[in-house]
């Protein structure tokens, strides 16, 4: 026989009773902790409670425990006088412990507030940290251990923008106060004067390119960075990354999760941590592991402010599909003890266990209309007051499934569809789920973008394994229509990548045919056994100088492809300059060398950092060198060093970056590789050529025969340069906001795509494409010939209709000036 | 066979071809028309269109089209320079005409902009204004006549607060600009120099008193004003209403719907129109047939500020469940000819017909993200713009089926609970529809209020047919927690009320047993049939003193019985003054004296205005004598004049007045009047209440039998006046937000409801509630003994336990004085 359990806190040695309250009833609304200068406001959804507690933690770590007062609809709620910012809470809530029910309540368990804006210490393992009792998550009895001495603190922090009305209000300008007094702005660091949602770059999705980084391993190991620096957000904000990435020709960088999180208790008891981080606690605060002071609220801004300044945007990766509490068996510190039912999906038949379609143990709720509210009200917040410009949503079908299937007219996808701030910021879905069903690519409403899985599928295909059709190329190149032209939907919506931070990077990709995970403790079965990868003779490092050459060929191909395919292209941050993780491709606990960048000492320097056009040059963000490091904060510090960085195992390819950089201007100068319409192709006629047309090597356009062949050798493409005729909607050739003024122009460029073993003969398309063809790059040459200056005056020229010789794996682009134009370079021209 | 035609609007005679585009592509937000200083914005959600034309019309009527150059996701979009405020427009859609596919495109007809602040004009009924050709709704060929002579049309706006920034940053201050040059203010109204967003009185929801009322029915013979205020906002915030209101003690206006309306073809066939007004055309735009001037904004936003500044709040009923363009057979005059199977629900199997559960011919389809959109911005829109605070749903049901069934999470609840702006405002459910499953009493979620149909029914069968069991009246009377008391709601998600602009007023609710509309001209088969109401011996007027005697009585105990209740009290406008409507019970098309208030001559003039405390006084809202009215508004003004009013069928009752603001203050001063916690019952002792306890006449506490019985004739009530020892939440006896600091006292209440027709002895309750009674009002005195004087300086007393007669249909209010408290009124303590 079952038996209900209701936990009396007295029962919990050390665990004072609750105090008298002295509570005023206080408001419902804004949730979380707001402090108005003389007390603060506590409102807590936890519908399914009996009672909440608002624990307060002296210096000393007494606690004192305050019941709230009031209760409204599912909120409860209290004000207490006196509170000031710097205090470290968090909450107990009493109910049924009724896991049959998918009741879990346990007030011997502290709980993080889900709205805190700052969190102070992290987890550590206890078996007090969990609430069911005797070792059973299934069972009837709750654990009686409080948890409080193992589990981090919330902490109070001064009011925000929105309180405070804007920054032009406001003398002092920048320099939000995050933990501590008013006026402790970004705790010592050099800000810009300016608040990060004022001096957004506005880039359009047309022109965006999007640099996949980890805050802590972009810099943990760069050279040009004071060590306190290295690895945080002050770090990221420095000059010299500033510079590499105004190289690159970036305009977004879109950070792996940076809520604050905790590791898994098992990966902790292995002395690993959680690196990548997508195992979120607090979806309010950014995590103070990646802080070099004591105002990550500050530190994060002055960063946001920094990239701005300098034309670059901030995405972030957001993980709302689950949260760092695991599935049942897990900890219970923050939801599970509000409201498990409100804030996980359980199973119907079984309440005992979640419904887990995100493969970490739970998923968030989403048909709960509490937990639409939290997510929203924490994307409001980082673009209201941390500034950011988008956001990348991890696991995405999980946050629309209604309450089984994916649904586009789920309620959070509506929720934010119809919110006037988030309709202003780049959303883009990683657009699967582990659960049935769950694979939505193409899937999501306009206004979202999608991790094109497809199109990194295919292009590793097409250089590694010869076994992409030559059709699933020419979708993928020119902006995946297939999944994506329906609904009105722009070419952006697909974010097309070769690499992410999940898998191989590219120096593995063409280094290594099988996943190399030992390190990561679990006897290499875990990470993706289905890579699309190949070593192309030798199994990772070699000195052979045959299979280096084929590894520095594919690569570039690679990378050419992907910077040349109509879409958002993402880079992973190092595969620049050939960051290798030696063959991990599930490197997510791997916080040493294995992951942190090894910076090449050409690539470092503050040189050159000019912003775009009327953006003023930063100064950047500079910081003290003997901040001491954020209180109670363990775990990145306290593992050990690595020994070394795994180098490049395709070979030094002093050039990558130059032609990622190049490749990039050329995005920039060429308003057809930013196109804003899809493709339509047709037919060809002097002074009106069809938008793209596809060609065989023999420069014969391609039959359906020839564009349905199962395995694409050579693939040349022709883009015209012009307008369209067409409808109105056509007639601007980037198609994006505000880029309508871009000059027409009458060159069209050229592709060559040969991914093939083998030299071949290419025959250039002729009348009426082209008379005339300027080489601008080919990426078979070992210097690259002096890309990218070869976009403005071109080296090589060729006749329309002559035939070259295109090296094995390679990629070539020119530029085709029709019939009755001039030939003389674009930019050339007046 | 099916043909799908795609009309040509060259076919159309009359209307130019499209221009060529001279737009830039402009953004995709924000939705609508929106001016920047030198031109316009438009964007337009039209998933299926092919091509959307924005229509310019000049003082002449000569339209120039403009094709708006681009899509993104299902939104058109473009911007024109040049175009300034005052502008005249309209848009026109082209799209397959394909009713078996749902799609009605037509772009012979022009379309109001959903998103218009403001609308010039008005329908007139033409065969043009139809979509469909040949009279034949479910045939295949559309109707190639232009609509645009027939159609109102959409103007232009300048900035709205949220544009400049706020009111604060701006020199003058209030005085929104609507059509015409920035600075044209409230078109010569004297406003408080306050914006209304700026100075809400934010009541909470234990004070909240409603009034609902019609704009243009409240003033339009209201002799203390001008002429040209009579029926307007300007009249609304006249200082003599504003009066009025103040000693009636309401907190709320509620007013019927104000967003731009047309009325049904059929109706203005008929020579009549939709006072009502439940038939929206656009859903941001003031109705300017109620505007004395030419600005409906800021005249508007001048009368919520006006009403504001006497402390009492705007609700605005806004109807989002169906549109103005009705059944498919209705005309298309904007959402259908834009996206119908985006804007509407159409039936699976049959899309050239509509889902309709609203009665009114469609229903919007709340499951489109982009229908969510379009009304959680229409309710921003209204809440910071315009600064009302809150809003009454019309038929909500229909607004949260998803898409069938009544779903408490669907998608447009889940948005507006996302809503920070949404958050603090009031939200008010009708909570019914039409069609299957549609009555929802009580199963909205926190933090929405409902309209308790049950308190309407119940209370009208207790005293008009002497039908209701006493654990009906007994659950309604104290805050029908059966209903609401779940998900942790407040006794304030009841709105209590007996009468509401739909069906009979209060005077006729006790004079007619069956309704009389022959007026509407549908041969009286139109409103309600069950109306549990009783004429009580006569049908209509009558001047039997007998009759006329216990329609008093049975008056003042319906209005009596609602202001005692626990919950939120709405009174109908005029029903303090004995308004009647000649037993009509659907006036809706009686924009006449039927349905205009007869304003009484001891009830008008401004004398004794103040606001509440802290809250300066108004200056009143004062219009100009010879303002010109709005150009092209033409309807309610050219309906021919009324004859006569009704006189109140159950005879003057000058006392009524007194009763409701007596009422009204008692709650003000009773903090038991205002829980904010349902009862929970239970045993007392002495010094320790029950919160609520219910004897029988003879002074018994009810039994469980008594409590069943099927038929009420005596039910006593003693409510406890101190604290409630139990839960912490019941310590605060109003348990509203900032109500807490309200000194709890030792005095209860008691309530003796005798709807009986007999008189009756009635034993006041003794120890251990009550050792003396103060007689605070008895509703059978003709003249009502002083009230409400009594409540500060009782007449009567009665030792506990006494025995004293009580008249038929009549209530009495005792204030209990429990042994050992002193007998001493209330207000005479320190």
Chains 1, 2 share one sequence.
């Not at 990550?296 to 689950?322: K, S, W």
């Not at 898998?503 to 890579?531: I, M």
Request: charged letters at 20%; one cysteine or more.
């Amino acid at each position: 026989m079952k038996t209900t359990v209701s936990p009396d806190i007295a029962a919990s040695p050390g665990v004072p009773a609750p105090t008298a309250s002295g509570l005023a009833p206080g408001c419902a609304v804004p949730l979380g902790v707001t402090w108005d200068g003389s007390g603060v406001n506590i409102a807590v959804v936890a519908p399914g409670a009996e009672a909440v507690d608002f624990c307060l933690f002296d210096a000393d770590g007494r606690e004192t425990r305050h019941r709230l007062p009031e209760r409204d609809g599912g909120v409860w709620h209290g004000y207490l006088a006196g509170v000031r910012p710097g205090q470290r809470y968090g909450l107990r809530a009493h109910g049924p412990y009724d896991p049959e029910r998918g009741q879990r309540y346990n007030p011997a368990k502290l709980l993080v507030d889900p709205y805190t804006r700052s969190v102070a210490g992290t987890l550590r393992t206890d078996p007090a940290i969990y609430g069911f009792g005797g070792g059973d998550p299934y069972g009837f009895e709750p654990d009686p251990r409080d948890s409080a001495p193992f589990v981090p603190r919330c902490v109070v922090t001064g009011p925000g923008r929105a309180q405070r009305g804007s920054a032009g209000t406001r003398e002092s300008g920048f320099g939000d106060p995050g933990i501590g007094d008013p006026g402790s702005g970004s705790g010592g660091l050099t800000g810009h004067g300016v608040h990060p949602a004022d001096n957004r770059p506005t880039i359009p999705w047309s022109d965006t390119i999007i640099y996949e980084a980890h805050v802590r391993g972009l810099t943990k190991r760069h050279p040009d960075l004071p060590p306190r620096l290295r690895g945080t957000y002050a770090g990221l904000g420095h000059p010299s990354v500033l510079a590499h990435l105004r190289r690159l020709g970036v305009t977004a960088i879109e950070l792996l999760p940076v809520h604050t999180s905790v590791s898994e208790p098992a990966l902790l008891e292995r002395g690993k941590i959680n690196y990548w981080a997508y195992n979120t606690l607090a979806f309010f605060a950014p995590h103070a592991g990646y802080a070099a002071t004591d105002d990550p609220i500050g530190e994060f801004q002055a960063m946001v402010a920094a990239l701005h300044a300098v034309g670059i945007e901030v995405i972030l990766d957001v993980v709302y599909n689950h949260s760092a509490e695991g599935s049942e068996r897990g900890p219970t510190l923050s939801l599970r003890g509000l409201d498990n039912t409100t804030y996980y999906r359980v199973e119907p038949m079984d309440p005992r266990r979640y419904r887990d379609v995100t493969g970490c143990g739970n998923t968030l709720n989403t048909s709960s209309p509490h937990v639409v509210r939290l997510i929203c009200d924490s994307l409001r917040y980082w673009v209201t007051e941390m500034g950011v410009d988008g956001f990348r949503f991890d696991l995405a079908t999980a946050l629309a499934r209604n309450p089984d299937a994916f649904d586009p007219a789920a309620s959070l996808l509506t929720a934010i569809h119809a919110d006037p701030i988030l309709a202003t910021v780049k959303l883009i879905a990683e657009p699967w789920d582990v659960g049935w069903g769950g694979y939505q690519v193409g899937g999501f409403p306009a206004p979202w973008a999608e991790w094109n899985g497809r199109f990194r599928d295919t292009v590793r295909d097409v250089w590694n394994r010869y076994t992409s059709g030559v059709a699933d190329l020419g979708y993928r190149v020119s902006g995946s229509s297939d999944l994506f032209e329906h609904g009105g939907r722009r070419p952006w919506a697909s974010i097309n990548f070769v690499t992410a931070h999940d898998g191989f990077p590219l120096a593995d990709l063409v280094s290594y045919n099988e996943k190399h995970n030992e390190d990561n403790g679990e006897g290499n079965r875990d990470g993706e056994a289905d890579n699309r990868s190949a070593n192309h003779g030798m199994e990772g490092a070699t000195d052979d100088p045959a299979i280096l050459a084929i590894r520095r060929r594919v690569r570039r191909g690679l990378i050419t492809t992907l910077l040349l395919s109509t879409g958002v292209p993402m880079l992973l941050a190092g595969d620049e300059f050939g960051r290798s993780q030696g063959g991990n491709n599930n490197a997510y606990c791997q916080d040493n060398a294995v992951s942190w960048l090894d910076w090449p000492t050409d690539l470092v320097g503050p040189e050159d950092v000019t912003g775009p056009e009327g953006v003023t040059g930063p100064e950047g963000v500079t910081g003290p060198e003997d901040v001491t490091g954020p209180e109670g904060v363990t775990g990145p510090e306290d593992v050990a060093e690595p020994d070394h960085a795994y180098p490049d195992p395709a070979g030094p390819d002093p050039a990558l970056c130059r032609l990622v950089g190049g490749l990039a201007a050329l995005r920039s100068a060429e308003p057809v590789l930013r196109r804003g319409r899809f493709f339509h192709g047709g037919q060809s006629a002097p002074g009106r050529l069809a938008d793209i047309t596809w060609f065989r090597a023999d420069g014969a356009v391609m039959s359906v025969a020839d564009w349905n062949a199962p395995q694409v050798e050579t693939l040349v493409a022709h883009v015209a340069g012009s307008p369209v005729a067409g409808s109105p909607v056509d007639e601007d050739p980037a198609g994006g906001r505000g880029t309508h003024d871009l000059p027409a122009h009458g060159a069209g460029l050229v592709y060559v795509f040969h991914p093939d073993r083998g030299d071949t003969v290419v025959t250039l398309p002729g009348a009426p494409w082209a008379a005339r063809h300027d080489l601008l790059l080919n990426t078979a040459d070992d210097d690259l010939a002096g890309f990218p200056a070869t976009v403005a005056v071109p080296g090589t020229s060729y006749v329309g209709g002559e035939s070259l010789t295109v090296l094995g794996h390679s990629v070539l682009v020119l530029r085709a000036h029709p019939p009755g134009t001039a030939a003389s370079p674009r930019c050339g021209d007046p």
